[in-house]
């Protein structure tokens, strides 16, 4: 299958829109991935909107290339976490912008390319790393972690309902050999959650989800370029998020909500002594998800929610 942009129209517009960008600027797409959304960026902006790229996949720097012919002088790719935003960013000699984007979940290159092990629907290594040479593999954690490490991660970051069964059937498994494929996993994982309770989905899906997080720091780099980026905007630039599962959103919910709130003194108080003041206002403070139309089109655009907010 390949890689659709999801929510691509509605992204694309809020951050062109965004005020500080009516005289040009510069936008962050933090996620490269497949490149969709860059493309769009620098289509639909005008000669005067820079769109700089960021991605540590190996492999998403490579398919760059034909943006980086296209665009010479209003594009650009950096290597790295968007967690070090700020660092990267200052490296080139940028210290404010106008848009960010990220669009958090995995691209179809990704899922489809055996060798990463990101897809519980092929037989790979279990390996999972965003940055192939960047930290431990998932099979590491597997066959090394204890019942109770691997609970953790399995309820914590996967809200799988069967954590603590397939912890212990992993261990048992480990025992006899090491668990080092992704159809390995799927398989075990399969076995230990009852038939009736997967018809929605695949019963690895939360386990692998789970392991995917922990070997990426996800959760841990989104909370670290929520506020990296939103101190680098500049008044009237916006963020846009697109989440794919509830503990990103959730994160990314909270964070635009407290960014968004004002005086947090006593209402027993008459008159505010806290001095603070918002910082954005939200655009889509409920959440967009995508329409039923691009649902038929892209199935994997079901689970994303799309918030935004504009720096006051």
Do not use: W
Request: hydrophobic letters at 40%; one cysteine or more; a positive charge.
């Amino acid at each position: 299958m390949p890689h659709i942009p999801v929510l691509l129209p509605e992204s694309v517009k809020l951050l062109l829109e965004a005020p500080s960008l009516a005289d040009g600027g510069v936008v962050v797409d933090a996620t490269f991935g497949g490149g969709g959304h860059s493309r769009a960026l620098l289509q639909e902006g005008t000669e005067k909107t820079t769109v700089i790229a960021i991605d540590r996949d190996p492999a998403a720097v490579s398919r760059a290339r034909s943006l980086l012919s296209e665009f010479p002088s209003r594009f650009r790719l950096l290597t790295g976490n968007y967690a070090d935003l700020s660092h990267l960013l200052i490296g080139i000699g940028i210290e404010r912008i106008d848009g960010l984007l990220l669009d958090i979940g995995l691209s179809s290159f990704q899922l489809e390319d055996e060798e990463r092990g990101f897809s519980f629907q092929s037989d790979g290594p279990l390996d999972m790393r965003m940055d192939p040479a960047v930290g431990q593999p998932a099979a590491e954690i597997v066959n090394r972690a204890d019942v109770r490490t691997l609970t953790r991660i399995f309820r914590n970051f996967g809200e799988e309902p069967y954590a603590a069964a397939i912890a212990r059937r992993i261990v048992r498994q480990r025992r006899e050999a090491p668990l080092r494929t992704t159809r390995e996993l799927a398989v075990l994982v399969e076995e230990m959650v009852p038939a009736h309770k997967t018809f929605r989905r695949h019963p690895a899906t939360r386990v692998f989800q789970a392991l995917r997080i922990v070997v990426n720091d996800e959760l841990g780099a989104l909370a670290k370029v929520l506020e990296r980026g939103l101190e680098g905007l500049n008044p009237g630039g916006r963020m846009v998020v697109i989440a794919y599962h509830s503990l990103e959103d959730r994160i990314v919910k909270q964070f635009f909500r407290q960014a968004a709130r004002g005086c947090v003194c006593p209402p027993k108080i008459p008159v505010c002594v806290c001095g603070r003041r918002p910082r954005v206002r939200l655009l889509k403070g409920r959440g967009q998800r995508p329409s039923d139309a691009e649902i038929a089109r892209n199935p994997r655009s079901r689970s994303a929610v799309l918030r935004a907010v504009e720096v006051l």
